[in-house]
């Protein structure tokens, strides 16, 4: 990377220290070890941090959430990419080589829009807390360019926004359609019917699953009351 006064030229993905671990994990890492290249990863963010200079991450923001959606996980497991990928692939060496493979397939990745916001259904309530602490109900809007977006054909979707919106979850993945903390199957124009009726019947078991799950729940609290 180059720094000069504020601007920041980002170091291209083929120059990240990443792909020098890549070719020698040993003199790196001291062995082939997705732990070891976090642990790696974790004190070299660090330092970087504590420069003067303002260096990107070599990890991309949502990365995370790639990982989820393609090794089919629930959830991103709060930001640990390396937690997730061994809970998939056990052995250390092989999840250093599946890490790489994820990240090669987040470079390449292409984005198929299966639906986009309808302007008419862009308004929903919310809860916010006032100078005094009290609870009040508030009116917040979607983004007018936000998108369903899919990349291969793996369970759950991703919100896509114009960057120049305002939106928390954009780039979030989301297992499916109910998932999120408000309801939104009525709020798109479908652009991908195929795909659309995919995360519907997606969406259909995640209730069950998850109508389950509760049951399990709540027969466990009655057993232990």
């Known amino acids: 990377m180059e720094y000069t006064g ?15 671990i890549r070719e020698r ?20 963010e660090l330092g970087k941090f504590r420069s003067e200079h303002r260096w990107p991450s070599e990890v991309p923001q949502h990365f995370c959430d790639w990982v989820a959606y393609r090794l089919h996980l629930r959830s991103n497991w ?4 390396h937690r997730a990928i061994l809970s998939r692939v056990r052995d250390e060496s092989l999840a250093f080589d599946r890490f790489y493979e994820l990240r090669d397939e987040f ?39 936000l998108s369903i977006v899919v990349y291969t054909e793996d ?4 919100f896509e926004a114009d960057g120049q ?27 991908d019917e195929n795909t659309w009726k995919r995360l519907i019947e997606e969406n259909k078991r995640y209730k069950r699953n998850l ?14 009351s």
């Open 6 to 20: 504020e601007k920041i030229k980002v170091i291209p993905w083929k120059e990240s220290i990443l792909d020098e």
């Open 165 to 191: 919106e305002n939106f928390f979850y954009r780039g979030w993945f989301l297992c499916a359609l109910d998932a999120w903390d408000r309801p939104i199957m009525d709020r798109f124009n479908v652009q």
């Open 211 to 224: 109508s389950r799950t509760r049951a399990r729940i709540r027969d466990k609290e009655k057993r232990d």
């Open 107 to 145: 470079a390449r990745r292409e984005a198929k829009v299966v639906a986009t916001i309808r302007e008419d259904k862009r308004e929903y309530q919310v809860q916010r807390r006032d100078a005094d602490g009290h609870r009040i109900d508030c009116t917040e809007e979607l983004p007018r360019s």
């Open 78 to 81: 709060n930001g640990f990419w």
């Open 25 to 44: 994990p040993g003199m790196y890492l001291g062995l082939k070890s997705l732990s070891a290249l976090q642990f790696f990863l974790l004190g070299y």
């Open 155 to 158: 369970p759950g979707f991703f």
